[in-house]
């Protein structure tokens, strides 16, 4: 129990903070609750719907489960290269010996690249008329077969436009898990090789186990951003062909702010925080 | 938890009371003339047109004159050229009673509401009133006005939109430009057996292949189809919605469109059509200053030409009547239109016009002559004679009329019908549903 005087210091510091999260963050977060429960396109007359407006999307509304389904791919795609990728590259730049600064600087290059860049190299990465590199690169090594308009194809476009936000942050994940791997104390290492442990048994049985505690951190991090994928996806294709890359934030954008029919996601007009996730 | 519970009632109380402010009293938008002392001060226009593009350079120009003698006058010009971008701006300022002055909006039915609430002055009353009515070209007025012919936008730009093709390409694949739409899809095949790119589409934009859509009903059964459609009271299942339907189904099958379209942005199917790699481009007159100049490239110049859109069989709106937009029109916020307003745009209508004709575009009125830019290319005038020659009809850009989740639901299910990944029968459907569903709030 802290003494009054205390108590009170820690109010004093804690209520602007808390003020300003309630203002910034609570309370447009509690009047889109609010407005969920009415049908307005923000001009019109404000009715009052009760739960119409989930009932439609949780039944009715093809497109809201499509996106759930493309999320949770985009999702995987994006764990799976950004934390395999990382654990990979990093496992191998802990047994190099030189040029490992060079490495490290070249993996994290993408991820301050604009994102917006970032979009555009990858539309001419996979673009088809006029080719793009990775169509090249397949017709040089023979899979002529495999090139394609990687991103009007709507069975590869998912993949197409997960890969460039897998890329791009391969390289900080690698960073944190090499920093980890390199605590890991030399001489058990030393110790489980004198005993004859392969390197498949120094990685499972020591390194990874060391590692656990950051790995999760990492894994924790990469899903939130994983989750809050938008930017490169609604720039590449918007979406589209179809509803083929639509993921819940592209849609959650579109609901909002230029279809203005349904209040699912209704922006609040009145306060700043309605262009929070922007382009 | 009572703490959080105490904290839920304050947020949603508050919400309530600031969800008040999307209604706000407007001023009568039928009185035009208003009186009093014209008192100089900053006004803004939110608008969706180039940065450097010639409108805004010339109501800079405008507003400039207009301070010398109007000390304290300025005019504050907020561009936001992407136009989603736009969109989203306008509506939630309109949602929030905050518009500016002056805002540009087309013919949607979002505007229209703000119209019938009251929040925009009437434009046909106001361009009366300032006696400039009869200069407008009829067909730049009624693109936008809404259904019901109220007039509540003024234009800025007038413009014509064709089929720029390559005479080389087509000769080379042994077809002719096409009589009727419905020639399409076979010129097309031609086309691509001859190792031609039919026709190069930005697809990233979507609105260019959602031109496609509208000219089979146009041609088929005239304005009114969409009109009709866009309220439900026409389907895509009736004969002219079938129509377009099977012909963009047509379209995809032929191949007519470059491949992966879908991602391919205005700037990359302007390339493939002016490096001699597509045989087609379907774009308007802005366009004339790259295609019928010098800067076109020299490889290509002689061999470009264009042709209005075709009709077909039984086709009951004529050759001479195609899209011919205004483009995106300026409204005028009747809440802030008072003696400066009015006088300020007094002075800029009368004087744009002659000044938007010198930059070598077209107007929107017929008193001036645009002036032909000395690195024009004969095409120059021959595309500025057609606006001299227009029919009573215009194709309307399905865009600016359909409800906007009905247009979105549209345009990602036309690329889906065109790329050959849904049928034309799921096609109908889906959109027919989609109208169902979307177009009686909007049109209630």
């Not at chain 2, 405008?62 to 992407?82: C, E, M, Q, R, V």
């Not at chain 2, 509506?91 to 009673?97: K, Q, R, S």
């Not at chain 2, 019938?116 to 009133?129: F, H, N, P, Y």
Request: proline share 6%; glycine share 6%; charged share 15%.
């Amino acid at each position: 129990m802290l003494p009054n005087r205390s108590r009170l210091s820690v109010l004093v510091f804690l209520l602007p903070p808390l003020l300003l999260y309630g203002v910034a963050v609570l309370f447009p977060i509690m009047q889109s609750l609010f407005l969920s429960f009415f049908s307005w396109n923000g001009i019109s007359d404000m009715e009052f719907v009760g739960l119409t407006n989930y009932v439609r999307m949780l039944t009715a509304d093809d497109v809201f489960w499509r996106s759930f389904f493309n999320a949770l791919g985009y999702l995987a795609i994006c764990l799976v290269l950004q934390l395999g990728g990382a654990l990979l590259v990093a496992s191998l730049l802990t047994s190099m010996r030189r040029g490992r600064e060079l490495i490290k600087t070249l993996y994290l290059l993408p991820a301050v690249i604009s994102t917006v860049a970032i979009a555009f190299l990858f539309v001419r990465i996979y673009s088809i008329e006029p080719v793009g590199l990775l169509n090249q690169l397949l017709h040089w090594i023979g899979l002529g077969a495999l090139e394609r308009p990687w991103l009007s194809d709507i069975n590869s476009v998912l993949t197409a436009v997960s890969a460039p936000e897998g890329w791009r942050f391969t390289g900080l994940y690698m960073l944190i898990i090499y920093a980890a791997l390199l605590s890991v104390p030399q001489e058990l290492e030393e110790a489980a090789r004198l005993d004859g442990a392969s390197r498949w048994q120094l990685f499972t049985k020591i390194r990874f186990p060391h590692i656990m505690p950051v790995w999760i951190t990492t894994t924790i991090m990469a899903t939130t951003y994983g989750l809050r994928g938008f930017d490169i996806p609604y720039l590449m294709t918007n979406g589209g062909p179809g509803q083929s890359s639509e993921l819940l934030t592209t849609y959650m954008y579109k609901t909002a702010f230029t279809a203005q029919t349904s209040a699912t996601q209704a922006p609040s007009p009145c306060s700043s925080s309605s262009s929070a996730w922007s382009p | 938890m009572k703490k959080l519970f105490r904290t839920a009632a304050v947020a949603a109380a508050a919400a309530l009371a600031l969800a008040g402010c999307g209604s706000g009293t407007a001023s009568d938008p039928s009185n035009v003339s208003p009186t009093g002392e014209v008192k100089p001060r900053e006004i803004s226009w939110l608008l969706s047109r180039p940065a450097d593009g010639a409108v805004i350079n010339i109501m800079k120009k405008l507003a400039d004159d207009y301070a010398k003698d109007h000390p304290g006058f300025s005019l504050n010009l907020i561009t936001t050229p992407d136009r989603p971008s736009y969109i989203q701006k306008l509506e939630t300022l309109a949602a929030a009673n905050k518009l500016p002055e002056l805002f540009d909006t087309d013919a949607t039915p979002f505007a229209q509401q703000l119209a019938k609430q009251g929040k925009m002055v009437d434009a046909e009353k106001l361009l009366k009133s300032l006696d400039v009515y009869d200069d407008y070209r009829p067909s730049a007025l009624d693109y936008q006005r809404f259904d019901d012919g109220s007039l509540n936008m003024i234009p800025f730009q007038f413009e014509l939109e064709f089929i720029w093709y390559n005479k080389a390409l087509l000769q080379k694949a042994g077809v002719s430009v096409p009589k009727s739409l419905d020639d399409i899809p076979a010129m097309c095949t031609a086309l691509r057996d001859a190792g031609i790119t039919p026709i190069a589409i930005d697809g990233q934009d979507q609105w260019p292949l959602e031109r496609y859509v509208a000219y089979q009903p146009f041609r088929e059964g005239g304005p009114d189809f969409i009109q009709k459609l866009k309220k439900g009271e026409a389907k895509f299942s009736d004969p002219a919605g079938e129509k377009t339907v099977q012909w963009l189904a047509s379209l995809g099958k032929a191949k007519c469109f470059q491949d992966g379209f879908s991602s391919q942005g205005y700037s990359d199917a302007q390339n493939q059509f002016t490096s001699g790699q597509a045989a087609m481009y379907n774009i308007g007159t802005w366009e004339l200053p790259s295609l019928a100049t010098d800067k076109l490239n020299s490889a290509t110049r002689n061999d470009i030409d264009f042709f209005t859109l075709p009709t077909t069989a039984g086709s009951v709106t004529a050759a001479n009547e195609f899209v011919s937009p205004s483009g995106i029109g300026m409204a005028v916020n009747s809440k802030t239109y008072d003696p400066l307003v009015s006088d300020f745009l007094k002075f800029a209508l009368t004087k744009y016009p002659s000044e938007y004709a010198a930059t070598g575009a077209l107007s929107p009125t017929t008193n001036v002559e645009t002036a032909i830019p000395a690195n024009a290319t004969p095409l120059y005038k021959k595309a500025l004679e057609h606006a001299n020659d227009l029919g009573n009809k215009q194709a309307m850009p399905w865009d600016t009329q359909l409800d906007p989740t009905t247009n979105g639901r549209l345009q990602q299910e036309l690329v889906l019908l065109v790329q050959g990944n849904i049928t034309p029968e799921q096609f109908t459907s889906t959109m027919d549903n989609a109208i169902a569903q979307n177009a009686p709030k909007f049109f209630k």
